[in-house]
């Protein structure tokens, strides 16, 4: 029982963790907080299941929703933020909002404002048994991705090019630019990389509840973002430590809770974010910006 609760709350904040880190990346650049960052995750829901109408094998399945997240981010920067690119914090937070909300409408009354259900593979909904234990294949997938996800962008951070450029920016964009490294690519990229998260976290998100409705992508990346403050907003690592400590808490709050007190799980968990930010207001891993004299 023990087992498998640590397997489900890693899984749970696996996806927080993709979700969390493709929020600090934008931010950490732009310094922008993408709220419409869950409609590229319900977009790439919704891709999947076009997709498996349509008779595609489940892996090119996947494959199409992933990249139709990572399309559909880098379409949105350079049709919604690029053109805001300069403006104040409030002026794209609302642009933010704007996209998330059209994009909600066009969910709700060009597809269905009801749940669809996907048709996951059979072996998806199986389990191990190792003696007593009994782990699903589900939580397994979603933690191996996930950890696979981290890997590949932190060695893609540290071992390209455009990516040691884009951990330059995120201490100081203004120096980059000097540098004749051009601002676009880096943003662009930064969006891409942030819808190719979105992407993977709805596919582990539909695999485990085998719908796609057009708030499918609120809940977790709210859920994703308070992640990030807490482990320290345009912090990466922070990014990581907060999705899997916020999945971590909610798991073990959700099997350890009396029957009456468990209704008031999420306003446990806000309460006990609100105690660590009074002790780090900065986040558990703060970003590094660069000092000026």
């Known amino acids: 029982m023990i087992a498998q609760q640590i397997i489900n709350a890693v899984s749970l904040g696996g996806?927080?963790?993709?979700?969390?880190?493709?929020?600090?990346?934008?931010?950490?650049?732009?310094?922008?907080?993408?709220?419409?960052?869950?409609?590229?995750?319900?977009?790439?829901?919704?891709?999947?299941?076009?997709?498996?109408?349509?008779?595609?094998?489940?892996?090119?399945?996947?494959?199409?929703?992933?990249s139709c997240g990572a399309l559909a981010a880098v379409a949105m920067e350079r049709i919604?933020?690029?053109?805001?690119?300069?403006?104040?914090?409030?002026?794209?937070?609302?642009?933010?909002?704007?996209?998330?909300?059209?994009?909600?409408?066009?969910?709700q009354n060009g597809i269905s404002a009801r749940p669809q259900a996907v048709a996951m593979p059979g072996w998806m909904t199986g389990a191990f048994s190792f003696g007593d234990f009994t782990i699903g294949v589900g939580p397994s997938i979603s933690i191996v991705v996930s950890a696979l996800a981290l890997i590949a962008l932190e060695v893609f951070?540290?071992?390209?090019?455009?990516?040691?450029?884009?951990?330059?920016?995120?201490?100081?964009?203004?120096?980059v630019r000097l540098m004749g490294i051009p601002?676009?690519?880096?943003?662009?990229?930064?969006?891409?990389?942030?819808?190719?998260?979105?992407?993977?976290?709805a596919m582990l998100w539909v695999a485990q509840r085998a719908s796609v409705d057009p708030l499918m992508g609120f809940t977790p990346v709210l859920k994703a973002f308070i992640a990030a403050v807490v482990g320290g907003?345009?912090?990466?690592p922070g990014a990581v430590a907060g999705?899997?400590?916020?999945?971590?808490?909610?798991?073990?709050?959700?099997?350890?809770?009396?029957?009456?007190?468990?209704?008031?799980?999420?306003?446990?968990?806000?309460?006990?974010?609100i105690a660590v930010l009074l002790v780090r207001p900065q986040g558990l891993i703060p970003a590094v910006r660069a000092q000026r004299s």
């Not at 390209?160 to 995120?170: D, I, K, P």
Request: proline share 3%; charged share 10%.
């Open 157 to 175: 951070l540290r071992r390209s090019v455009t990516g040691t450029a884009m951990r330059a920016a995120a201490e100081d964009f203004d120096v």
């Open 183 to 201: 601002a676009s690519r880096i943003i662009a990229t930064a969006f891409l990389l942030s819808g190719l998260l979105a992407g993977l976290a």
């Open 233 to 236: 907003l345009g912090s990466l």
């Open 243 to 273: 999705g899997f400590l916020l999945g971590v808490i909610e798991v073990l709050l959700q099997a350890t809770l009396p029957g009456a007190i468990a209704p008031y799980r999420d306003a446990i968990v806000l309460s006990g974010v």
């Open 80 to 107: 919604a933020f690029r053109p805001m690119r300069g403006a104040s914090v409030t002026s794209l937070l609302l642009t933010s909002f704007a996209v998330s909300s059209l994009l909600k409408v066009v969910f």
């Open 15 to 66: 996806v927080y963790a993709l979700l969390a880190l493709g929020l600090a990346i934008v931010f950490s650049i732009v310094g922008l907080i993408n709220f419409a960052h869950g409609e590229l995750m319900t977009l790439s829901g919704y891709a999947l299941l076009a997709s498996l109408v349509l008779g595609f094998p489940f892996p090119v399945a996947v494959l199409v929703a992933v």
